[in-house]
Structure formats: structure tokens, C-alpha cells
């Protein structure tokens, strides 16, 4: 599109989390009118960490945000994967999902700091909190949002970056529930000092063994660790009421070290959440709405790219709007460049454990990810 035809574009983006704070800084460097409309009173994220793939700071580097994000975050060399006990069972550099080569490493963060150094670098007054979507209407060239709060919204472009359980999604594009994976996740952040010994450099390590993997993620820059015990459990509970007995029970016969920092933590410092993802959307857009990130392709955390996508997402729908010559024709460019990519990390991030392990907490029962919950 024409500058100047980008620069009359108005754009409202669903959501303030990952996918909409990296669409807003995307899109609003087009020179396009770009407001961001979240539901919560305050934007907050869980104590956790994930890492940034070199793609995902190349994308950052292009936008001029790279040293806000490498501030609070640790560059990492590779990842391990050891069985419970601690024996080796691979070590490798971080594998690649994009052609960028500038970056090659990737970078540890925790979330609230992500979030925070994204919100940071938009321009003030672009994000609006205390806006909970009701409905949109698709009128073609244009798109109409109502709000909780009584405003409506038109925009000649409508991005729904609002999550897994996104309203976008469910009005326009695919009605289906989101979809339980048969795991529990409990994370929380604690002091490289209470990781007994188990955090030597910034390299991710994943301890496999007994339906359950246990993350061992360094955030150096914060002197901190993130620490996840992910675990086979039948409670669909969106936030389940999981005690240290159940954490106990899911790191038995894990390397003592582990079991050690399980047995410190304070429950009331740990998130614990039922993990899902949903099924394969089959359109993202139409005329005038497009879906990003978790709205459009939420995945299982096992590949670690859910983030990493959503900010993809957004390079490539700016990417795509300057391509083409109207919206329409970007919409349709974005959707075919990356929804094979989604495709296949949704699938793949599904196999996060084996039939064998899976059937011990669902006996006779097919594998949990392919059971749509309510």
C-alpha cells in the first residue's frame, strides 16, 4: 500500500498482551492512526520466564526496540534435555523457525518484564484499558466493535490479539472451545539461591521422566530463576486448586536438587493453571479483521513458541500491509505466509508426551489433546 494510503489507515487491535503490544508497535510504524482496546483495568503477567528466538529479536532490531527488550533479558547458547535423575539426553543450540541471521541468540525473559518493555516503547495514550469486547460486526471495508463499557469502535482494519479465549475468534472465524491437554502447569520465580545448585549458566534445562517435565529457566539480569513442573492431570479446572501435595506427588523421583526447590516453595507464589490450546482455525480473516497470536493459533508451550509467533505475527502483517495494495489483498498475503508455519507448531507442540504416558492418567481414553473441553 502507498504511504499515504497506510498513513489514513485506521486500526483498532483486541488485546494489550504479547501478539497486540507487538502488532500496535508493527503497525503504528507504517505511520498508520493504530489504538489498542484491552479489558483489564491493569496489564499483568504471571511469574514465568520464556525465551525470545533469535527471529523474534531480529523483528525487535527492525523496530528499534531491541535494546529495551535486551535489557531484561539474558542471552542464551543452547538448551538440555536431561531424564529425571539428571543423566543427559541431548544438548543443542536453539533451533531456528525464521530466515533472519543478523541475531543468533536466544533471549531469556520473564514475562512481566516482556510485557512491560512492549507496553514501553508505544506511544503514550494508544493503549486503552477497561474495554472488554462484546461483539464485532464485519461490514466489509470496515469492522465495528462494541464494548462492556458502552463505546463502539470502527476501524477500516480490527486485528484480535485477545487469547485463546478470543471473542474475535469465536464471532467471526471459528466457534470451537478451546482444548484441554491433560497437563497442569505450576510456575513460579525464585532466587538463583534457592535453586540448590542447579543453575550453573543461561542455558535452559528440561528434566523429562514420569508424565512429567520440570523447566529450569535462568533469568540472570533479575538474579532469579523460573521454575515449571508441568504434569499429566485430568482436572480441565481453567485454574485448579493444586496443593504441595500434588506438586510433591508429580517431581517424585526427580534429581533431589528439584525436589529440594518443590518442597521450598511457598504455594501461594505458584500459578497453577490447566494447559490448553485450540485446533487448527481454518480462515484468519476477512476484509477488514485479521487474527494474531493465541486468537489465532494458540499452542502448547512444549516447542516455546507461542510468544515467539505472535510477535512473527506482527512483523509479518506489517510486512504484508506495505506489500500489497489494500487491505484485503495483506490480509490474505499474511494468512498464507504464516498460518503453515502455526500449522505446524500446533501439531507439533501437541506431542508433548508419549501414548504410554498419557494413558496412565487416561486409561482407554484417546490422548487429552484431541478432546475439546467447554
Not at 489514513?8 to 503504528?28: E, P
Not at 466489509?140 to 478470543?166: H, M, P, Q, Y
Not at 487429552?368 to 467447554?374: G, K, L, M, V
Request: proline share 4%; net charge negative.
Amino acid at each position: 500500500m502507498q504511504t499515504s494510503d497506510l498513513k489514513n489507515l485506521k486500526i483498532a487491535i483486541v488485546g494489550a498482551g504479547y501478539a497486540g503490544a507487538a502488532s500496535a508497535k508493527a503497525l503504528s510504524l507504517l505511520g498508520a492512526d493504530v489504538d489498542v482496546y484491552e479489558q483489564a483495568g491493569q496489564i499483568r503477567e504471571v511469574g514465568a520466564g520464556i525465551g525470545l528466538r533469535p527471529s523474534s529479536m531480529n523483528r525487535f532490531r527492525e523496530w528499534g526496540i531491541f535494546d529495551a527488550i535486551a535489557k531484561v533479558s539474558s542471552p542464551s547458547d543452547y538448551f538440555e534435555i536431561l531424564s529425571a535423575t539428571g543423566d543427559p539426553i541431548m544438548k543443542d543450540t536453539w533451533p531456528e523457525i525464521d530466515d533472519f541471521a543478523e541475531e543468533t541468540k536466544t533471549h531469556l525473559i520473564h514475562r512481566g518484564d516482556f510485557i512491560e518493555a512492549l507496553l514501553g516503547v508505544l506511544p503514550e495514550g494508544m493503549v486503552h484499558l477497561g474495554h472488554k469486547l462484546e461483539s464485532i460486526q464485519d461490514k466489509g471495508d470496515t469492522s465495528v466493535l462494541t464494548f462492556a463499557n458502552g463505546r463502539t469502535v470502527e476501524a477500516d482494519l480490527v486485528v484480535g490479539a485477545d487469547g485463546i479465549k478470543s471473542v474475535v475468534r469465536q464471532n467471526l472465524f471459528s466457534d470451537k472451545p478451546p482444548v484441554f491437554s491433560g497437563e497442569h502447569a505450576y510456575r513460579a520465580v525464585i532466587s538463583v539461591d534457592d535453586a540448590h545448585g542447579t543453575v550453573v549458566d543461561d542455558n535452559l534445562r528440561m528434566y523429562i521422566g514420569r508424565g512429567t517435565k520440570i523447566y529450569l529457566l535462568p533469568l540472570r539480569h533479575r538474579v532469579q530463576v523460573s521454575f515449571d513442573v508441568t504434569t499429566l492431570c485430568p482436572d480441565s479446572s481453567w485454574s485448579p486448586a493444586a496443593t504441595k501435595d500434588d506438586l510433591m506427588a508429580a517431581v517424585e523421583g526427580f534429581d533431589e536438587r528439584l525436589v529440594s526447590i518443590a518442597r521450598d516453595l511457598d504455594m501461594s507464589a505458584v500459578n497453577v493453571r490447566a494447559v490448553y490450546d485450540i485446533d487448527s482455525v481454518d480462515t484468519w480473516h476477512s476484509d477488514s479483521v485479521a487474527l494474531v497470536g493465541d486468537a489465532a493459533h494458540s499452542m502448547l508451550h512444549h516447542q516455546g513458541q507461542g510468544a515467539n509467533s505472535a510477535i512473527l505475527d506482527a512483523g509479518r502483517l506489517a510486512d504484508a500491509l506495505r506489500e500489497a495494495d489494500s487491505v484485503k489483498e495483506a490480509l490474505a498475503l499474511y494468512q498464507a505466509t504464516r498460518k503453515p508455519m502455526t500449522d505446524e507448531l500446533q501439531r507439533i507442540s501437541r506431542q508433548g508426551w508419549t501414548e504410554d504416558e498419557i494413558n496412565a492418567v487416561f486409561p482407554g481414553q484417546k490422548p487429552a489433546a484431541q478432546q475439546p473441553q467447554d
